[in-house]
Every structure is written in structure tokens, then in C-alpha cells.
């Protein structure tokens, strides 16, 4: 039998004189365009100095800082086996091509909050924005999925909330288990919100996210049985039938399907936890792992084709650096200072727990060497980050009065043109009725006017770009190929999100059932995936049906207590730092962990104690309740169902707000005496699984080096030996 060793690792550390002009260069990039927007008050400016500005941050972090975290303070190992390779199933646990894999996790982490954050961020200026979204996810955000991908593959693909308790202690992990498994409730039930949202009455977004399931699960028999390994032939097959699909979206009414597939959200409600749940249970390879992989060709596909839009379109900025309404905190799309609320609002993008999840979920069982961690972990929330900056610009293109008729309530802007112009004449823009009817009819709506929720503005915002860019008065095709594309995007967030949800709370049961905990046992996944549809499925119906618009009531918790969540990871990342003797390097998850307690904290305090009742819960709540009790309506309330709505939805927001706020503080407590332990001793025992050397070979990153492809293909050939000789 052949033997073959992995690879030997690329050379790190070395720079050629070419590279060093390559990366002197794109640094010097950099640093321009963050003076011109640092320095820029008063005159216009173009939106390409925010995407070059991105872009050569990125780079620069990918390229050395990820790369320093990975093999200097991680110290990832292609000779060591994955969970991947060595628990292989088929199902839950499969060894999963590193490109395919980067598009699953990019996939499942890329839901509505890089698209719906940044546009509602952007009341604040574009500046704020901007420095988050980019230093957040070089320091933050893509740190947390790296690290916590890592450990949880140390693990055999543990979650997030059994980690903790394993490692931090009984109390601790409690706490965070009930965290996280709540927190993860709502997260889901907020994506799937914005899912229904923008898929309700649209025939054309039904039809074409409705096909990418038989298309996904005809890339996963052809890559499984028909034609295995060929991973770039399934994916052309896959992107041209996703192309027809929505193609095909907009001839719904010649086919005589517009009926049909017009469906209300409570119909959607039913098929998105239908979905769920079959998604959930199904082996990774069939349906999950594929649909993902293809959407992310039309995630990345439209982000690169908005920037290139950019690039010829050149759009200036229509809003300031920094806003008064950052200042006094009384904007019209949502209350609060620009410290916290900025922060909050742009979770996903720059730091977001949910991606945690996802990396102690789903992922860390497919990855088939070490060393992927970086380019799916690291890399894939740069990804995300570069979304995030693409919709924050998409926002600041557009007309100021327009954005805010856009996004304020119906409550505030009348819901009519002549009302609308009045409002935001009073908030120091102008723009006439005749001009709002224009907007709308130039994507081919009935109205735009506080169309809240971030999806729209971003639609439309793509549309002005794209129309710009490429001309051919399309305005109403990119608009709704935006729509639908954000549908995609979200949807793929909601099917992971189930499956690691499942795992959740297989592994939770476990703790006390052992037999429950096993992945592979039909009994227990299939009536886990039913408790976990049934829960989101559940909020997501209360969302849909409450008269105000659920995401009004629904993303100020989501957007806090995601960020909650992330503290929980970071504090598992820092206390196993310290646990396996790196305490010279605990600075790295440190600083965010730091950082991210800061504005957490101090966020959910203002929600649960302010005095302002556009900001606090519970003074929101006795204001809504007094008023109530006097017999009086307050807007937007039109009727007494409407204002027991309010009441009982404030509440209930406070209370989590509350309790995932005082959980995430146990959970510190309870780590800061491991921490302190562990330093001492210069580090503990952990629940890290045993070192198994790996027989697979695979190249580390994106682009294998020439030593790479040599090693895969002596591998390739020892195994059609191994083949042939029947396994002897």
C-alpha cells in the first residue's frame, strides 16, 4: 500500500523584492484613501475612495495578519486528521473540497445583517460605518469565525455552547447553553423575517429561490455518484441553471404560474419551516452543502459585479462623514448615539456571534486539513465584510430625502408622498412629492415610502449604480434582481442556522441523555430539527402578523444580542488561549472580547433602563401602557389591539434583552477565575480530541503552489493504486 505525506507547508515569512513593491503598494492605497475620508468635510466624495479603502485593507490583513494568527498563534497542522476525515459519515461529518467548503460557510454566514445593518447604519454618516465595518472585521469579527473554527475542530466539531461548559465549567456553561440556544431562536426568526418580507407577493423571487433546490440537489448527486471530484463542471452546470432560473422569474405570468406563486407571508411562513426542517435532516452533501456553494456564486457574482459597477459609475456620496443625528441620537430610522448604536446595528459584517454558531456547527465538520481554517474562517468573513461595505455605500448613493422616506415609519412619514415631502423637510432635506412618485415608478412599485428594513434602500441603491454603470434603462429589472437576490442570501443563513440549531441542542440533551447527542441517531436529529423549526417558525409567525412590521419590533434585539453572543465565543477563545498555554497571545481575541463587552453592555443597559421611550423598553412600555389606560391611541397605533401589540412586545424585548445580558455576564464570571488559574500554572487540561495523523492531502488555500498540486497528484495516483489492488 502507498503512503503519501502531506505537502510541505508554503513558505511564510519570506518576501521576494517584487512582493515587497506589491504590498508597499497596496498599502500606500490605502493609507490614501483613508486620509481622504478621515480629512474630507464639505466637498464631494466619490465612493470609491470607502471601496479601495476596503479592499486594500483586506488584503493587507488576509495576507499577514490572518496568516500570523493561523500559524504562530493557532498553530494549525495538515498532519493532523479532522474531525472530517476521521468520523466521516456521509451525513453530518464529510470531507468537503475547500472551495466548495469556503462557499458553504460564506453562504451560511452571509443572512441579513451585511445588508440590512449598513443601510440603516448609514442614518449616522458614512464615515462611522466605514471604520467599523473594516476594522471590526480585520480585529473582530474575522478573528472570532477563525478561532472558534479552530478549537471547535479540535473538538470533533463541538458546539459553541457545549465548549463552554466543557471548558469554562458547569455554571458557566449552563448559561451560555441557554444564551445561545435562545439567542440563535431569534437570530433565526429575523432572518427568515426579511426572507418573507421580500419574497410576500412576488411571484418572480418565489420561482427562482424555489428552484434552487432541485438545482442544488442535482449538484450534490452529480459531485456524489455522476461525475465525483468534478467540482468546476458541477459548478458551471449549476451557475447556468441558476441564471436561467431567474431568468425565467420574469416570465411567472406567461407561464400561468402568477397566481400560484404569489403567496402571502403566513403561506411563506409554512414553506420556510417546511424547508427548515428537511434541510436540517438531509445529509450535508444532497442539498445543504450544494445550494449553498451555488447561491454564494451569485452572492459573490453580484458583489464583484457592484463593484465593478462602482468603478464606472463613480457615485458620490450624498450624505455626510458624520451626521448630527449621530450626535444627538434622534434620527428617524432609529434612536440612540452614534457609541453604542453603531456598533450594534452593523453586527454581521464587522462582528457578529451567529457566525459562531455556524463555525462550531456545520463547518467544522467538513473541513478536510488544518490550515483551511484561514481562508474559510478569516477569508470568509472578509467576505462578508465586503458585502457589508458594498450595501453601506448602495445607502449613502442615494438621495438623502429619499433614503429617509425610505426608512423612517409609516408612523412618522404618513405612508403618502405630499405627508412624506413634509416630514423630511422637517429633518432639513428636501424633495417634493412628484419626486418620490418618480422614484417609485422608476423601479415599477406602487410606493417606497418607509419601505423599513434595509432590503429596499439597498435594492435600490444597486439599481442607481447598476443603471449608471451599465446603462440600457434596467433600473426595474436590477431593482427586483436585487430584491430576489437578498431573498437568496438570507435563505441560505436560515438553512444552516436549522442544522446548527440542531446540533445545538443534540448536544445540550446529551449532556444528560447521552444517546441523544449521537448526530447520526434518526430519533433524536429528526425531532430536534422539529423543537428548533417549530421555535423560529413560531416567532417568525408573531413577526409576520403583528400590524407594526415585526422587524421594527424584532431587529434591536437581534442586533444586540448577536453581538451578545459573540462575547460568549470570545470569552471561550480567550479562555482557551489561556488553557493551552499561549497567554502571550490571548491579546488577539482579547481585544475584541474588550471592546465588544464595552458596547454590548453599554447598549443593552440604554434598552432596558433609558429614560427615552424611543430607546427603552420598558419606559417605552409604560408610556404605551398609561397612554392605555387613559384611553388614548398613540402612533403609530390605530386601535387597541395595536397598542396591547406594543406593550407586549416591549416587554417581552426587555425581558430577553434583560436575560441574554445577564447570561452573557455569568458566563464572563465564570471564566475569569479559569483564566486566572490557567495563567498561573501556565496552562490546563482541556477537552482538545487526541492527535490522529491525517492521510488526506490537500493544498492550504485558494491557489495551490506548484509543490501543492505535485503532492495531490501523487496522493491522486496512490489512491487509484490503493483502488485497483481492492484495498490490500
Not at 401589540?645 to 416591549?650: D, G, L, R, V
Amino acid at each position: 500500500m502507498s503512503t503519501v505525506t502531506s505537502p510541505p507547508p508554503r513558505t511564510r515569512g519570506t518576501t521576494t523584492p517584487r512582493s515587497k513593491l506589491v504590498w508597499a503598494a497596496v498599502a500606500a492605497v490605502g493609507a490614501v484613501c483613508w486620509t481622504v475620508l478621515a480629512l474630507s468635510r464639505g466637498e464631494e466624495v466619490s465612493a470609491l475612495w470607502i471601496l479601495f479603502a476596503a479592499l486594500a485593507s483586506y488584503a493587507i490583513a488576509y495576507r499577514f495578519y490572518a496568516r500570523f494568527i493561523a500559524y504562530r498563534v493557532l498553530e494549525v497542522d495538515d498532519t493532523r486528521a479532522t474531525p472530517a476525515e476521521k468520523l466521516d459519515n456521509g451525513r453530518d461529518f464529510d470531507v468537503t473540497d475547500r472551495r466548495v467548503l469556503f462557499g458553504h460557510h460564506f453562504a451560511a454566514i452571509a443572512g441579513a445583517g451585511p445588508l440590512v445593518g449598513p443601510v440603516l447604519a448609514a442614518q449616522m454618516g458614512y464615515l462611522p460605518g466605514t471604520i467599523w465595518i473594516i476594522v471590526g472585521v480585520i480585529f473582530a469579527g474575522a478573528v472570532q469565525d477563525m478561532v472558534v473554527l479552530f478549537f471547535s475542530m479540535r473538538r470533533n466539531g463541538k458546539s459553541l455552547g457545549q465548549m463552554v461548559r466543557e471548558e469554562i465549567g458547569t455554571i458557566g456553561g449552563i448559561a451560555a447553553l441557554i444564551a445561545v440556544f435562545a439567542i440563535m431562536i431569534i437570530i433565526l426568526a429575523v432572518l427568515a423575517l426579511v426572507v418573507v418580507n421580500a419574497l410576500a407577493e412576488s411571484p418572480w423571487g418565489v420561482f427562482s429561490i424555489a428552484l434552487t433546490i432541485p438545482i442544488a440537489l442535482f449538484m450534490g448527486f452529480y459531485l456524489r455518484y455522476l461525475r465525483p471530484g468534478r467540482v468546476m463542471e458541477a459548478t458551471a452546470v449549476g451557475v447556468a441553471l441558476l441564471l436561467l432560473a431567474i431568468i425565467g422569474g420574469g416570465y411567472v405570468e406567461q407561464m400561468g404560474l402568477d397566481d400560484s406563486l404569489t403567496l402571502s407571508k403566513e403561506s411563506l411562513v409554512i414553506a420556510l419551516v417546511v424547508y427548515g426542517f428537511v434541510a436540517s435532516i438531509l445529509p450535508v452533501w444532497m442539498l445543504l452543502t450544494p445550494r449553498d456553494y451555488l447561491s454564494t456564486f451569485m452572492k459573490i457574482g453580484v458583489i464583484v459585479l457592484l463593484a465593478v459597477g462602482l468603478v464606472i459609475a463613480r457615485p458620490v456620496l450624498q450624505n455626510e462623514a458624520v451626521t448630527d443625528f449621530a450626535i444627538d441620537g434622534n434620527g428617524p430610522v432609529f434612536a440612540g448615539k452614534l457609541f453604542p448604536f453603531v456598533f450594534i446595528t452593523i453586527a454581521c459584517g464587522a462582528l457578529s456571534g451567529f457566525h459562531a454558531l455556524i463555525a462550531s456547527g456545520t463547518t467544522p465538520k467538513m473541513v478536510a486539513k488544518e490550515s483551511h481554517v484561514r481562508m474559510i474562517g478569516y477569508g470568509g468573513m472578509l467576505m462578508e465584510s465586503f458585502v457589508a461595505i458594498s450595501a453601506l455605500i448602495a445607502a449613502c448613493v442615494i438621495d438623502q430625502g429619499l433614503y429617509f422616506a425610505m426608512n423612517s415609519p409609516a408612523g412618522a412619514t404618513g405612508g403618502d408622498p405630499a405627508a412624506a415631502a413634509e416630514f423630511i423637510r422637517g429633518l432639513g432635506f428636501t424633495i417634493s412629492p412628484a419626486d418620490l412618485t418618480q422614484a417609485a415608478a422608476s423601479v415599477q412599485e406602487q410606493s417606497l415610502i418607509s419601505r423599513t428594513g434595509g432590503a429596499p434602500t439597498l435594492a435600490f441603491g444597486m439599481s442607481l449604480i447598476f443603471t449608471d454603470a451599465f446603462g440600457g434603462g434596467l433600473a426595474a429589472f436590477w431593482y427586483h434582481f436585487a430584491i430576489m437576490f437578498e431573498a437568496l442570501f438570507i435563505l441560505t443563513a436560515v438553512d444552516a442556522g436549522t442544522r446548527v440549531g440542531r446540533f445545538m441542542l443534540q448536544d445540550t440533551i446529551g449532556n444528560v441523555w447521552p444517546r441523544y447527542a449521537d448526530l447520526s441517531w434518526k430519533p433524536a436529529s429528526w425531532s430536534a430539527s422539529a423543537v428548533v423549526v417549530g421555535l423560529w417558525g413560531y416567532m417568525l409567525y408573531v413577526g409576520v402578523t403583528d400590524p407594526l412590521g415585526g422587524i421594527n419590533q424584532l431587529f434591536p434585539l437581534f442586533g444586540i444580542s448577536n453581538q451578545l453572543l459573540a462575547a460568549i465565543a470570545l470569552c471561550l477563545c480567550v479562555t482557551l488561549m489561556f488553557k493551552h498555554g499561549k497567554a502571550k497571545w490571548v491579546w488577539v481575541p482579547g481585544i475584541a472580547l474588550a471592546w465588544d463587552l464595552t458596547t454590548t453592555m453599554t447598549a443593552s443597559w440604554q434598552k432596558v433602563f433609558s429614560g427615552d421611550p424611543k430607546i427603552g423598553y420598558f419606559e417605552q412600555r409604560s408610556v404605551y401602557q398609561s397612554a392605555l389606560d387613559d384611553g388614548k391611541l398613540l402612533p403609530p397605533a390605530t386601535t387597541t389591539d395595536q397598542m396591547h401589540q406594543i406593550i407586549t412586545n416591549s416587554t417581552t424585548n426587555g425581558v430577553l434583552q434583560a436575560l441574554f445580558a445577564l447570561l452573557t455576564l455569568i458566563v464572563v464570571a465564570s471564566a475569569i477565575p479559569v483564566w486566572v488559574k490557567a495563567a498561573k500554572r501556565g496552562g490546563l487540561p482541556t477537552t482538545e480530541a487526541p492527535y490522529e495523523p491525517s492521510r488526506l492531502v490537500a493544498p492550504s488555500d485558494f491557489f495551490a503552489t506548484k509543490e501543492e498540486k505535485a503532492a495531490v497528484r501523487e496522493y491522486e495516483e496512490s489512491q487509484r493504486e490503493l483502488a485497483g489492488s481492492g484495498g490490500r
